[in-house]
């Protein structure tokens, strides 16, 4: 059996070809999807601004490790298409970064190597 290791996926995209109405939906709720909103789910966390360019959906991924950021970053891209076309919303290319939070350094500041005063 394979290591899991958690992902953090930031997948990216434009909206395209929305209709009255889903423009309608998505600035009536635009305040609940704003930078307070940004947070790494399962489930995903929209974000977009009342200009409906651009929105970013935030993930967390569990996968196998031998499978790494490319296979993390293809299950959120499918997640967030997937909820995307349950809301009808109509949206152009997918891209996302991914990273690997159990392999990620940590540097703290004011951390001083051992025997310092």
């Known amino acids: 059996m ?10 990216r995209g434009t909206w395209d070809g929305l209709t009255d109405e889903t423009r309608a939906r998505l ?3 635009v305040d ?6 940004m947070q ?6 929209l974000t977009y601004d009342r200009a ?7 993930f967390v ?11 993390a970053s293809m299950i959120a891209e499918d997640r ?14 997918l891209r996302s970064t991914a990273t690997d939070m ?7 500041k004011g951390r001083r190597g051992a025997g310092a005063a």
């Open 61 to 71: 991924v569990v996968s196998d490790a031998d499978d790494g950021e490319e296979m």
């Open 102 to 108: 159990d392999t990620m350094k940590i540097n703290r």
């Open 80 to 93: 967030a298409r997937t909820l995307l076309k349950e809301q009808g919303y109509g949206h152009g290319e």
């Open 2 to 11: 394979s290591t899991q290791h958690t992902y953090r996926v930031i997948v």
């Open 40 to 45: 790494f789910t399962e489930a995903g966390s």
């Open 27 to 29: 600035l009536s709720e």
């Open 32 to 37: 609940e999807h704003g930078l307070g909103a």
């Open 52 to 58: 409906l360019k651009h929105f970013s959906f935030r």
